[in-house]
């Protein structure tokens, strides 16, 4: 009887809330434990287990994991020293803060001489993410030493480092610690990947395909909420002009002829200003509600 059970990683750490809470929306409810490294989780068909975002791309590549989340940076940074590959089966735009990209970047003291890269040549740069860093600097043929650094790295320069490339959201942190960006290393967001052998097996292959389904779909519904509202046929023309639809609002007749039901799929942040304009236009029994999943 074939394995009927997915391995899949989730990434421990920074990343570890805002995936747990990306996978509720998705429909699978994730319980943490603070003296467990094994999650819980409402589909008795996966079997979690948490995993250093640095470190999935190796246990999925190995095929200790199935599947797992992880950065682009720490995909791109293991390959580069293993040559290892894994198959990138959904692109998930979400951070710890916020739903963008965050960037891995070049910074140095506010008050140094180095404004460039070119500026860093014989220099010493301290960083986590070291194979992309050196891969950095050899593109832009920019000799320099590039040391691993185990944490704390924005307090490195000037005494123990000349500059660092670290990883960002806002780049308050930075500014705090008097560090001015120079340049952007590499953009980075999480990933699902998938171990090549895993994905060969029939049943492996659409779970993991289910899953990246509902996990696109539930970063889809991200900021837009639905929108129902009753229109006058005679103002129906009126009314749709307004609404800046996901694709075409639908528009569904009523009992009564003279009225139509409206639904359509819009930004959040646009519903303050919509509803009044809406309301002006004579639409009534306006219903707004939160969306999970937008499955395109």
Known sequence: ?????????????????????????????IYTSSRSYFPAIDDREIKCTLVRAQEMTRYVADGALDVGLTGQDWIAEHQAATGDTVVD???????????RKVRWVLATPEDSKYFTPQDLAGGIVATELVRVTEAYFKRLEVPVKVEFSW?????KPPLLADAIVEVTETGSTLRANRLRIVDT??????????NTAALEDDWKRTKVENIALLLRAAMEAQ???????????????NVVSLLPALQRPTV???????WVA???IIEESSVRELIPKLKMARAEGIVEYPLNKIAL
């Open 1 to 29: 009887m074939a394995d009927k059970t997915l391995r899949l990683g989730i990434p421990k750490g920074s990343l570890q809330d805002s995936t747990i809470q990306l996978f509720a929306c998705a429909g699978f409810n």
């Open 252 to 258: 569904a007749p009523l009992s009564d002829d003279e």
């Open 262 to 264: 409206v639904t359509t």
């Open 151 to 155: 944490g704390a790295t924005e307090v």
């Open 223 to 237: 900021g837009r909420v639905g929108l129902m509202l009753n229109v006058r046929q005679v103002d129906l023309e």
């Open 185 to 194: 290393v590499i953009e980075s967001n999480p990933q699902l990947i998938a």
């Open 89 to 99: 089966v959904a692109d998930l735009v979400y951070s710890k803060q916020s739903f």
